[in-house]
């Protein structure tokens, strides 16, 4: 019989809530369930400053809800949406963006940036806006990065539309390892962390931004990645909470920039050099993706999108410029078909252009000495 939401929250009853009295679903904690299929998503509404003693409570609620009969998967997160002076919910309020002034006359924003264990060196893939080709390009530059030697991992941090299954052709859930810790996939010797291998491909994720958080925090934290020299991380579009949880909580060796030509992509490809640039995270570079357009029959060039938009803009900003990928057919159907580029034709044209990139973003770090996270001050 199909698990539902109201056979979870009888089962809920017999948990305390946070102040070890209460039911949970009567604590005013439960922040929201979703059931789907088999797969539970839960989320826990505790104080900011008590979220670390919160997690005996969301280990325990996890336990017992996977252990029900109908669930296939939960996951259980904890969230930090609950006022410090009172019992109801706070009004959500976003972080202060690297770009605006945080409340108050002067509020500071802290994080220890401890490194990921068995991960030397990461790196963030981000476009200031969606439809880029950001996913593609940072799983070619994996796997460019891998053809020089490096041990390699991806952590896909689109929480809401994760390409990385469909990219390396990857299904399944990762194996559970030891107590929470998971052991990522394997994609053509690339070690392989997203959202998308826990829930269906067209399951939308309809979270807030503490949850969103909290998901990327755990895929950081409780994954086996195991000697890697170099994490590419595929960030989602924008300047948002995602952004923003990986650069104060890591310590980001530098980020690449992905855009396309035209200035209308240019514009939104500025606020993320700002962002990172705000938050003391390197710019390893940009790339011009979906360059150029070279007519397969008859070697037409066309420029679609422009071209050069990115190289000038990289000159105006005073940042490496990586490089062009054109736009090609083969480029799309290899990625569709979960055979990116540089596995279907290593030795193409278009791989030498992920593998000039990747020589780009490797001299981009040399010389770099491992630095914490960030420490920023918000006037």
């Known amino acids: 019989m199909p698990i539902t939401k109201d056979a979870i929250l009888n089962a809920l009853l017999g948990v305390p809530g946070p102040d070890g009295r209460t039911p949970l679903p009567r604590s005013g904690a439960l922040g929201g369930i979703v059931v789907k299929d088999g797969r539970v998503y839960i989320s826990i509404e505790v104080e900011a400053r008590e979220a670390a003693g919160a ?5 325990a609620v996890e336990a017992l809800v996977g252990g029900l009969d109908g ?15 009172s019992g109801r919910p706070a009004e959500p309020r976003p972080p202060a963006r690297p770009s605006e002034p945080a409340p108050g006359p ?12 068995g991960v030397k060196t990461i790196i963030a893939v981000a476009s200031g806006k969606g439809g880029v080709g950001k996913s593609t390009t940072a799983c070619n530059l994996a796997l460019a990065l891998q053809a020089t030697g490096l041990k390699v991992a991806v952590l896909d941090a689109d929480i809401y ?5 469909r990219l390396f052709a990857l299904k399944g859930k990762p194996e559970v390892v030891e107590g929470r810790i998971m052991r990522p996939l394997d994609g053509y010797g690339v070690k392989v962390m997203s959202i998308g291998f826990l829930v269906e491909e067209e399951t939308p ?28 991380v595929d ?4 300047t948002g909470d995602a952004q923003l949880t990986m650069a104060q909580s890591v310590p980001l060796a530098g980020a690449v920039i992905v855009s396309t030509p035209q ?17 003391e995270v390197p710019i390893l570079g940009i790339v011009e993706n979906m360059s150029t357009f070279i007519c397969p029959s008859c070697g037409t060039r066309t420029d679609i999108f422009g071209h050069g938009g990115a190289r000038h803009e990289a000159e105006r900003l005073q940042v490496p410029y990586l490089g062009e990928v054109p736009l090609a057919l083969d480029i799309r ?22 593998r000039a990139l990747a020589q780009g973003v490797l001299g981009a770090l040399r010389g770099q000495v491992a630095r914490p996270a960030p420490r920023i001050i918000m006037e």
Request: avoid cysteine; charge should be positive; hydrophobic fraction near 45%.
């Open 71 to 85: 669930v296939s998967s939960v996951l259980v997160t904890l969230t930090a949406q609950k006022s410090a002076t």
């Open 205 to 232: 994720m309809i979270w807030r931004g503490p949850m969103v958080m909290s998901a990327i925090t755990q895929m950081l934290r409780e994954v086996q990645w195991e000697e890697v020299d170099v994490m590419v």
């Open 235 to 238: 960030m989602p579009p924008g």
């Open 333 to 354: 159907t290899t990625s569709d078909a979960g055979r990116p580029i540089m596995i279907a034709a290593p030795d193409g044209p278009h791989a030498q252009a992920y």
């Open 55 to 59: 997690e005996p409570l969301r280990a």
């Open 161 to 165: 539309g994760p390409s990385m299954p």
């Open 263 to 279: 200035d209308l992509a240019l514009i939104d490809a500025r606020r993320g050099i700002a962002m990172f640039r705000r938050v």
């Open 106 to 117: 002067k509020a500071q924003a802290a994080r220890s940036g401890n490194a990921v264990p």
